[in-house]
């Protein structure tokens, strides 16, 4: 009867870059028996892979090729195999198999960046060098996009490693964005840093939004904001506030302070008759030492509910 017998029937690539085109990869299908083996066909796992057969029939002692062409696919960690179906009584199905690790042409040394607390109106910086996995990528990087602009900046500082800046700015304590580094037409991917950091305000609100709660026409609600200034940068005394939008029946003060840096701003709302949301900002406007304004924007927003239906039962 035939025997089969593979040589290193499990093959490991290694690191393998998605834009390379892989050699095949050859295994020797040997009949140890005393019969001719006769192989049916090849299945492979996946559309990544290929295989050819250099013949169907191996008389005793002899051998045949399997070739396999895989492609590297998307990056990540990568298997095919092959199930080989023969009249071996004892094996009718041999599993071929093959693995690598598909990285990218291009990469970078750090996918997301914490740029930790950034003074309002002063910058952080971090290194970023990218990692050229394929010789012919080096110099693919057609344009850089920084978001939000204004915000993030991208400097080149050689050849490989770029400084990502970010601005202390913007009303929101906490801060995202991003640089993109996009290749050039020959190649598919772009590379993306995501980036975070807080902003340490010269005037800082607590909570960050001041949601005024649901209630009915008539209805009134008040919420208290603290207000944190620094003191090294603004005169306590000259803080003032404006509504970026005027909302009827929504008004606010700066409740009088003992002294230092924390203030109380009453928000008050009396709900008008018509259901509905209600949105608005409050603009806080703090004197600088150095004569300059310094602003910072609590977003505002409540509900108006339907009034309930009269319970009343009719005689």
């Known amino acids: 009867m035939p025997f089969i017998a593979v040589e290193e029937p499990d093959r490991d690539l290694g690191d393998v870059t998605v834009s390379s085109r892989l050699p095949d990869i050859l295994y020797v299908i040997k009949n140890r028996g005393e019969a001719t083996l006769v192989l049916f066909g090849a299945e492979t796992s996946c559309s990544c892979a290929e295989s050819e057969i250099s013949r169907t029939e191996i008389p005793p002692g002899e051998e045949a090729e399997l070739r396999l062409t895989v492609r590297p696919g998307e990056p990540g960690q990568r298997t095919a195999s092959v199930a080989l ?95 993109t580094f996009r290749l050039n037409e020959s190649w598919t991917d772009s590379l993306v840093v995501g980036l975070n950091w807080k902003v340490a305000h010269a005037v800082a609100c607590t909570p960050e939004r001041a949601f005024l709660g649901v209630g009915g026409p008539g209805s009134e609600c ?47 709302w009396i709900r008008p008759g018509e259901p509905g949301v209600m949105t608005s900002e409050v603009e806080l406007i703090g004197r600088g030492i150095d004569g300059t304004d310094v602003t910072a924007v609590l977003p505002v927003s409540g509900l108006i509910r339907q009034p309930e239906p009269d319970a009343t039962v009719p005689p």
């Open 85 to 179: 179906h023969s009249n071996d009584p004892s094996r009718r199905v041999v599993n071929l198999g093959v693995k690598w690790n598909a990285i990218a042409p291009i990469d970078v040394s750090v996918r997301n960046v914490d740029l930790g607390t950034v003074t309002q109106g002063e910058t952080a910086a971090q290194k970023v060098s990218l990692i050229i996995n394929d010789p012919q990528a080096a110099g693919s990087i057609e344009s850089i996009i920084c978001h939000p602009p204004g915000a993030v900046r991208a400097t080149p500082i050689s050849e490989t490693d770029w400084l990502i800046e970010v601005i202390g700015q913007g009303a929101r304590q906490n801060q995202v964005g991003s640089v």
């Open 222 to 268: 008040q919420k208290a904001v603290m207000i944190t200034l620094d003191e090294k940068r603004l005169i306590p005394e000259r803080l003032r506030h404006r509504f970026v939008r005027e909302v009827p029946g929504l008004s606010a003060e700066v409740l009088p302070a003992d002294g230092g840096s924390e203030q109380t701003l009453m928000i008050t």
